[in-house]
């Protein structure tokens, strides 16, 4: 069964950083396209990042482009969400997800995690 668990949420300042990490098991994690989603207090879903693991191709949400990095250790089934120069706009749920394809209002994921808190605030 794939099985995605979030950890490294928390509270940080505006202009911190955060590193989010997701186990991941229960699939060929090294062929895998896996994405970041969040959702804002009040908002849906908003794409944040993905990387297609087997090769490293990543994207970028504008929003975060050059602040977050996404990236994965095949060896270890773990993606990561490095996110520096975070704003308050970033404070959301963060899930850790596994095939998403976006349609017409929203992004929709086979498997998701359960999310963890991101919440930035002086």
């Known amino acids: 069964e794939v099985q995605l668990v979030e950890s490294g949420g928390g509270l940080v300042q505006p202009g911190g950083s955060l590193r989010l990490s997701c186990a991941a098991s229960?699939?060929?994690?090294?062929?895998?396209?896996m994405s970041w989603v969040r959702q804002a207090p009040g908002k849906g879903l908003e794409w944040v990042s993905t990387?297609?693991?087997?090769?490293?191709?990543?994207y970028y949400a504008d929003s975060v482009k050059g602040r977050f990095t996404i990236s994965t250790d095949n060896a270890k089934n773990t993606l990561s969400l490095q996110m520096n120069s975070l704003k308050s706009e970033d404070t959301a749920v963060y899930y850790c997800a596994k095939d998403c394809r976006w349609v017409v209002g929203g992004t929709r994921c086979d498997y998701w995690g359960q999310g963890t808190q991101v919440t930035v605030s002086s």
């Open positions: 990387i297609y693991t087997d090769i490293s191709n990543t």
């Open positions: 229960g699939f060929t994690f090294s062929s895998s396209a």
